[in-house]
């Protein structure tokens, strides 16, 4: 078995997603670049050799529980383990989303990618994450899904969002849940955010560049075995829940 660190980034054709592999890549790592559209996926791919990373293709829909399973398999037969698994993939599902007149199919749509997607992805990565030395979860969460800042008068959270924020809110609950089970485990499990960066994800309205918001993840990536597990993180430190 290779001795060279594994990772996988879903969501990684473009924007944070790409700059997290890019970032893992340039760490020696062989990154997977997973991504719904494959054209899309070897575009990306192309591009990382290009500058130098070990990355290879994994087509993967992660609200498709064959193209989940069929991804492990990949990982399984060009790999035969995982060490890191960043779940970057997300929808916002469309502005504007105000509770009183929101489409539920939005917020179901939000929930099965930035929630269940998460939980399928993981839990089929789950054995091969097993066997790595010092495995690690990265779930891109938001500070939008914090209470304690949506509740805070003056804080700036965003436009009101009734399926994306509370998909994230519901993503940070499924992480400290993961952390819970996984406590006696050597696998550390924690939330990131980017912060507002420009991406297609906001019609490249954000003030930071995907490369920063990917900052954090890769620290998260490459956590010590003694670091924080169950927790939520931004640049400035710890995100309160």
């Known amino acids: 078995m290779s001795e060279q ?15 997290i592999a890019a970032g893992l890549g340039a760490l020696g790592w062989r990154v997977g670049v997973a991504a719904r559209n494959e054209e ?8 990382l050799h290009a500058a130098g990373v070990d990355a290879f293709g994994v087509p993967l829909d ?6 989940v399973a069929a991804a492990a398999e990949l990982l399984e037969d060009r790999a035969g383990r995982l060490d890191v698994l960043v779940n970057n993939a997300g929808i916002t599902g469309g502005m504007p989303q105000t509770p009183t007149t929101v489409d539920l199919d ?5 929930v099965e990618t930035n929630v269940i997607g998460v939980i399928r992805v993981t ?20 500070s939008v899904g914090s209470l304690t800042r949506q509740t805070t008068p003056g804080t700036e959270t965003g436009p009101i969002a009734v399926a994306y924020a509370p998909s994230k809110t519901f993503l940070n609950a499924v992480t400290v849940q993961y952390a819970r ?23 490249f309205r954000g003030v930071r560049t995907p490369q920063q918001g990917a900052a954090i993840a890769i620290h998260l990536a490459t956590l010590p075995d003694d670091g924080p597990t169950g927790r939520f993180f931004e ?7």
């Open 5 to 19: 660190t594994i990772a996988l980034v879903t969501g990684a054709n473009k924007g944070i997603g790409y700059e």
């Open 40 to 47: 899309r996926c070897e575009s990306a791919v192309a591009k």
């Open 62 to 67: 992660v609200t498709d529980d064959a193209s």
């Open 106 to 110: 939005t917020v179901r749509a939000a």
């Open 123 to 142: 839990n089929a990565m789950l054995p091969l994450l097993r066997r790595s030395a010092s495995p690690r979860i990265v779930n891109m969460s938001s």
């Open 181 to 203: 089970e996984l406590r006696d485990t050597n696998i550390l499990i924690n939330a990131a955010c980017p912060g507002y960066c420009a991406t297609d994800l906001n019609g």
């Open 235 to 241: 640049d400035a430190g710890e995100v309160p829940w």
